[in-house]
């Protein structure tokens, strides 16, 4: 039986493509677009921003990966003030990344708004042995580690500071001559 995603740690734009509204609420932005299917939405967030305040601070970032879009969330919140918010576009195995960077710096969740525009691949953290494997995978598959070779079972929760699913192995409680 699958659980109410509501009760458990995985945003529902990582199970399916999302594109919400931009937070209007803010008084400067930092939007971060990863991958050119982010576009759209990044265009449509600016125009929203735009007017309603039209002398908006308001800093784009079109990055191909995570790890830019991680130093893009550093560069502009060391130097943010009261009002600073984050929007993050793109497959939502990269957004969890970058997300978990911007939980890791104290940012709150209601400072950051998320759109996926894929939800395929997903970034395993291996309980065993500690390894993330990025694989395509729902939630429920299975993913082999690329760490220790187990298993693993895609678990319903979302480590906040890790950007990543917990994996477990799938035969655990199985005897071990079982799984040979």
């Given at each position: ?126 309980v065993h042995c500690g390894v993330h ?48």
């Open positions: 039986m699958k659980p109410a995603l509501e009760l458990t740690s995985v945003p529902p734009w990582a199970v399916a493509p999302s594109k919400p509204d931009a937070d209007l609420s803010g008084t400067s932005w930092t939007v971060v677009a990863v991958g050119a299917d982010a576009d759209e939405i990044v265009e449509t967030w600016c125009a929203q921003i735009i007017s309603v305040r039209p002398d908006a601070d308001l800093r784009i970032h079109r990055v191909d990966d995570a790890e830019a879009g991680v130093g893009a969330v550093s560069a502009d919140l060391a130097g943010a003030r009261v009002g600073w918010r984050l929007m993050i576009a793109g497959p939502a195995v990269e957004c969890l990344r970058v997300r978990a960077h911007a939980v890791r710096l104290d940012v709150a969740d209601d400072e950051m708004t998320v759109a996926s525009t894929g939800v395929a691949v997903r970034r395993v953290q291996c494997t990025c694989a395509p995978a729902a939630l429920e598959d299975t993913v082999g580690c690329s760490g220790c070779g187990r298993n693993l079972y895609v678990h319903y929760h979302v480590s906040r500071r890790e950007g990543a699913h917990l994996g477990f192995m799938v035969d655990a409680e199985r005897p071990a001559e079982a799984t040979a």
